[in-house]
């Protein structure tokens, strides 16, 4: 468009005449190919204009094809009772001759089909239709391309635990399935818990009853010690006295020995109910060709302005999505 001045405000005016690479009309395509418009958005046009509104000699809308394709894949495995099925949906730019389609592009910029129109915006122009292939056989080829595109790329994963054949669900926070593993695993292990714990306690038990035995047996002699005259102390009874103290002292250490070697056995248990319950492995799914299922399949025209741009000392062309 041609710009004027009113005032201050700078007026851009469309072109009236199609320049020698865009033209006035739709490229002849065949009455099979289903045809789309993308609607234009102004405002996605507002910050390039502003910061270059002194600038902007003249502007055009210019449409460009691109493909639309959407598929409908489904992911099933008999292991995890899996059943997964998503829409994608694509647009990418019409391959010019002699190149191939690039389905990693991404132009659906929140595309929904409202997005969509089935005549173009009032005088724009359209890229020159000679160095595309708009015919039926290669819109199927491009199809087919489609397809083999997604079974080569789209993959499903499913996380799991290899110790206890759980899976991570679908849309399942990773922190829930930590804490079903870590449940899982103190249910697995329960029986060897207890096992510990018995062995512990029987060993405890035991130095308590040794203890509780020396305790008594030393009591019994200090009582029938002091019945006797002090000239009767025997000698004997004395050496017998002191090591009995040594035995209770052997035995309260045992005792605490015992209790740490239980708390370092149960932090080991710990450790390796965390590990277990921590093991991940994947197993990953592709997609079949016969769970791929083209949903649409279309020539869809995108709408992009061209700006002629004053610098300087000389002008040259922008060109802006407008989508």
Not at 96 to 109: H, M, P
Not at 239 to 245: F, Q, R, V
Not at 281 to 297: D, P
Not at 299 to 323: G, K, S, T
Request: charged share 35%; net charge negative.
């Amino acid at each position: 468009m041609m710009s004027e001045t009113s005032g201050r405000r700078r007026v851009h005016k469309a072109r009236r005449n199609p320049t020698p690479a865009y033209s006035s009309t739709v490229p002849s395509l065949s009455s099979e190919l289903d045809v789309l418009y993308r609607i234009g958005h102004p405002e996605a046009l507002n910050e390039y204009e502003s910061k270059r509104a002194d600038r902007i000699v003249t502007s055009q809308t210019i449409y460009k094809p691109a493909i639309l394709a959407s598929a409908r894949i489904t992911f099933v495995g008999t292991r995890w009772s899996l059943h997964h099925e998503s829409d994608i949906t694509k647009i990418v730019s019409f391959p010019i001759k002699r190149q191939i389609c690039q389905w990693d592009e991404d132009l659906s910029f929140n595309w929904s089909s409202q997005e969509g129109r089935s005549d173009p915006e009032p005088s724009s122009l359209f890229v020159s239709a000679s160095d595309y292939d708009f015919s039926t056989e290669h819109f199927e080829e491009l199809q087919e391309d489609f397809l083999q595109y997604l079974l080569a790329t789209e993959t499903f994963k499913v996380e799991y635990n290899p110790v206890f054949k759980l899976h991570r669900k679908l849309d399942e926070a990773q922190e829930n399935f930590a804490n079903r593993c870590m449940d899982r695993a103190r249910e697995e292990l329960t029986q060897e818990m207890n096992q510990l714990e018995d062995t512990m306690q029987r060993l405890s038990d035991r130095l308590k009853q040794r203890l509780e035995r020396e305790v008594r047996e030393n009591t019994d002699a200090a009582e029938l010690s002091s019945a006797r005259h002090s000239s009767e102390f025997d000698i004997q009874e004395e050496i017998e006295a002191h090591d009995s103290k040594r035995t209770m002292e052997d035995i309260r250490k045992e005792m605490q020995e015992l209790d740490q070697v239980r708390a370092l056995k149960m932090k080991e248990f710990e450790e390796r109910l965390e590990s277990v319950a921590q093991q991940r492995e994947a197993e990953v799914f592709r997609l079949n060709r016969s769970n791929a299922h083209i949903l649409q399949f279309r020539l869809i025209w995108l709408p992009y302005r061209e700006y002629i741009i004053q610098d300087e000392h000389e002008r040259r062309v922008e060109m802006v999505r407008a989508f």
